[in-house]
């Protein structure tokens, strides 16, 4: 049976109008293991609907909402998140080295010509293309062992979510307890929102373990010939 690749995305929320949406930011001080004393910026939503074409008055009582295990676990939250938005640009190295040891073949250089951005989801293309051609022997060696479509579809997603995680904020829904992540949708341009939960992140983790043995293995491939 062929190895499948899948990831777990953020959960969109179905948040339109009539909403309205109420961020608050509370900024203190940590001091971390190096002794630094660091500013948190620590922020909450309050998302309630509009009735009747009103604005609703929200009342936010901050001294009870920010303690000190909320703002802790919004500090790993964010820490995590970071964490694996740097794992996303290793991943993103891996892809570029990948492929300039691929540029040489005739096939690669017409492929390449289709995609001059040179951003991450363009490499992305290009390894799709240089997948379903079957023009790289290497290519085709390990990824007999996957599901083709299944490592494309994966790749997609996860620069998809690294950009959610790159540009995004994380912040608490007070009135639905939940953690979130905030950001602009590349189609309409609005800020939508996105349930995060530590099971998305274990996932990007895993996908990101998945497709960087899969570069690798390719490239081990060619190193041999």
Not at 98 to 113: C, P, Q, R, T, Y
Request: proline share 3%; aromatic share 8%; net charge neutral.
């Amino acid at each position: 049976m062929s190895t499948q690749l899948s990831l777990l995305s953020p959960k969109r929320m179905d948040i339109s109008d009539p909403y309205y949406c109420l961020t608050l930011s509370n900024e203190n001080t940590h001091v971390n293991s190096l002794g630094l004393e660091l500013p948190l910026n620590t922020e909450i939503v309050s998302i309630c609907e509009i009735k009747n074409g009103e604005t609703p008055q929200v009342n936010i009582p901050l001294h009870e909402i920010m303690n000190t295990e909320l703002i802790e676990r919004l500090q790993m939250l964010k820490g995590s998140v970071g964490q694996c938005s740097n794992m996303a640009e290793k991943l993103f190295g891996k892809l570029k080295d990948l492929v300039k040891a691929l540029e040489h073949n005739s096939a690669v250089k017409d492929i390449l010509l289709k995609y001059p951005k040179g951003d991450f989801m363009s490499h992305r293309n290009i390894f799709s293309d240089i997948i379903k051609s079957k023009c790289i022997r290497c290519v085709n060696t390990v990824m007999a062992v996957y599901d083709s479509k299944s490592v494309r579809r994966a790749l997609n997603n996860f620069i998809l979510d690294r950009n959610k995680y790159v540009h995004g904020k994380i912040l608490y829904w007070t009135e639905k307890q939940i953690y979130l992540i905030s950001y602009e949708d590349d189609v309409s341009k609005q800020v939508v929102y996105a349930e995060m939960e530590i099971q998305i992140l274990k996932s990007f983790i895993e996908c990101y373990n998945e497709l960087s043995k899969l570069f690798s293995d390719i490239n081990d491939c060619l190193r041999k010939i």
